[in-house]
């Protein structure tokens, strides 16, 4: 790989792992039908919250600093 583009890798592992840390998780609303009788339709809504774990975030800042410096160190 180039230089510029492990550079690249590293910036963007940084700002993922950047926004897990921030926001820890994610919402999901999921829509059913709970009942369907002729033309009438009831649905339900439900929200969940899907939690990121913070040693991804880590993890992925960890990796990013190391990609980018060792893509720096290459040149």
């Not at 994610?26 to 919250?49: C, I």
Request: net charge positive.
């Amino acid at each position: 790989m180039k230089n510029s583009n492990l550079t690249i890798i590293g910036v963007i592992m940084i700002l993922l792992g950047a926004g897990v840390l921030i926001y820890r998780g994610y919402n999901v609303t999921r829509e059913e039908t709970v009942l369907n009788v002729g033309p009438l339709d009831v649905k339900a809504t439900t929200h969940e919250r899907v939690p990121l774990p913070a040693p991804l975030g880590w993890a992925l800042v960890i990796g990013g600093i190391v990609v980018l410096v060792g893509g720096v160190a290459r040149k």
